[in-house]
């Protein structure tokens, strides 16, 4: 569940609903095995519900990355003590990819990044 700015309180899956197609940027991430990954992105502003341990209250942000076929989404819930951008954000959120698949001989449990 995330609050959007307006107070209204939904599933992350429905909050995308309101998306048009201009919301949504399309940007190469890293290299796959057969090619460029590209997936579109978008960014939708919240309500800090919680503000993360040891943090200063700031901005929050739930980033929604859409595969270009399927259309298969995956969430990614952020926070920043200043104003951040989407293309940003990717960077960090591709960064933490490169990061977990270096490490990938380890249980998922003990490479988990929670805060980035």
């Not at 609050?3 to 940027?25: C, H, P, Q």
């Not at 991430?29 to 502003?45: A, F, L, N, P, V």
């Not at 399927?70 to 104003?83: G, V």
Request: charged share 25%; hydrophobic share 35%.
């Amino acid at each position: 569940m995330v609050t959007l700015r307006s107070g209204l309180r939904l599933e992350a899956r429905k909050a995308i609903n309101a998306l048009t197609a201009g919301n949504w940027l399309r940007m190469a991430t890293g290299q796959g095995g057969k090619r460029t990954r590209e997936y579109y992105w978008s960014m939708i502003d919240i309500c800090p519900d919680v503000t993360p341990e040891g943090h200063e209250p700031g901005t929050s942000a739930l980033i929604v990355r859409r595969h270009r076929y399927t259309h298969e989404t995956s969430f990614y819930l952020c926070h920043h003590p200043q104003p951040f951008t989407l293309a940003k954000l990717i960077e960090v959120i591709c960064r933490r990819w490169g990061s977990r698949k270096r490490f990938s001989w380890e249980s998922p449990s003990s490479v988990s990044i929670r805060a980035w």
